[in-house]
């Protein structure tokens, strides 16, 4: 019985081979497409996860403010509870990576009269035993001295 099966399906092929071939490059299309789909659903899914649970905060000094106050205030924040990641930025720093982004091949740009202030970034990973981190930890920012403003991107 199977080989009468296989016999008749050979036959099949050799009677009409463009449907056949049609066949076979539908399904093979088809399979194509819904691996890329599968893929692209992957790569969004990471994406979206990877900030899953994580506030960060950009804090803002007041420019000409003092070196070492804010020194001190960065050396404050390291030891902060859930911190994931600090990023620090002097004026000249920040001038820097402003000048890079914008033009780098123009020297001097701006220098001698740097608008920019001290630059923080804060990230951190929420707990779910601590609810409201967030506002605590935008409060107490906001209330350092030397601070002009803080903004923050809410979990998603």
Known sequence: MPGRLCWQGIRDVLRQPWSCL???AAVAVTVYLGGIF????QALDTEFLS?????QFQV???VGADPELVGRQWDWM??????SDLRTFTPGQALEVMRQ???????????GKNPLPYTALLAFRLSPA????AKAMLDRLESMEGVDTVRFSPPR
């Not at 599968?38 to 659903?41: F, H, K, Y």
């Not at 900030?51 to 506030?55: N, P, S, T, V």
């Not at 390291?78 to 911190?83: D, F, M, S, T, W």
């Not at 601590?130 to 981190?133: H, R």
């Open 22 to 24: 049609g066949t076979v």
């Open 38 to 41: 599968a893929l692209a659903l």
């Open 51 to 55: 900030d899953r649970g994580r506030i």
């Open 60 to 62: 803002y000094w007041r």
């Open 78 to 83: 390291r030891a902060l509870p859930y911190l």
């Open 101 to 111: 982004s914008l033009n780098p091949k123009r020297p001097g740009w701006l220098r």
């Open 130 to 133: 601590d609810p409201d981190f």
